[in-house]
């Protein structure tokens, strides 16, 4: 999604009146600017609403990471207690809890990163939408000023339907631009299962180790 909104407001903030307008052969300029600024505000909803989900999504990261400091400090007075009334059973139960609690640690604060940079680029994607959309709304006042001092020219009978024509085709263009949204990349294949029992079996002996070795450690700073 996040790349299907740059380039859609890459699209908008590069492209120009100019040459909107000459694709359609100067045919109802006007109705086409007026289209091409609906555009630039519905990009500038859509960046919105992304913009929220980063706010909302940081929000919650944050939240979680100072409830798993919280619970990360909580166990480790647990730890000490079971160590001092000698439960090595309850202390590495309880190692074990803090270690998984330590590898979500990180990917909360990379997530509240993540999401930080993310509400920054989406704030300046508006801001660069809103700074398009008074450029055009420029163009196009001074677009009507020209109107006004040179004569009408009389656009009914079968000319005004090959304008309307040409005026739709204008429409479709940029609903085709617009959809145009790369794949998501396939999910590798996993390994074979024999190969996949082996390795969770592996994993397992390291954390027993880790966990003893942790518990260990505790012991001998509690013994200084």
Known sequence: MAESIANRVGRLVSGGFN????????AAPETVMEQAIREVDSAIDEVRAELGKAIANKHLASNR????????????????????????DLAEAAVAQQMDV??????????????????????????????KRREMENELANFRASRESTP?????????DDTQSKVERASSGFDRVMNRVGGLPGL?????????????????????????????????????
């Open 65 to 88: 990471l100072m409830e798993e400091n919280r619970k990360h400090d909580e166990i480790g007075d647990k730890i000490q207690l079971a160590v001092k009334e000698s439960r090595d």
């Open 19 to 26: 040459a909107l307008v000459d694709a359609v052969e100067n």
């Open 188 to 224: 590798s294949s996993p390994a074979d299962r024999k190969s996949a029992t082996q390795m969770a079996e592996l994993d397992e002996l390291a954390r027993k180790n880790q966990i003893q070795e942790r518990l260990a450690k505790i012991k001998s700073e509690m013994n200084k």
């Open 152 to 160: 009408s020219t009389d656009a009914s009978g079968p000319k005004g």
């Open 102 to 131: 330590e590898a979500q640690i990180p990917v909360l604060e990379g997530a509240i990163t993540d999401a930080g940079g993310q509400e920054k680029e989406l704030e300046g994607y508006v801001a660069a939408l809103k700074a």
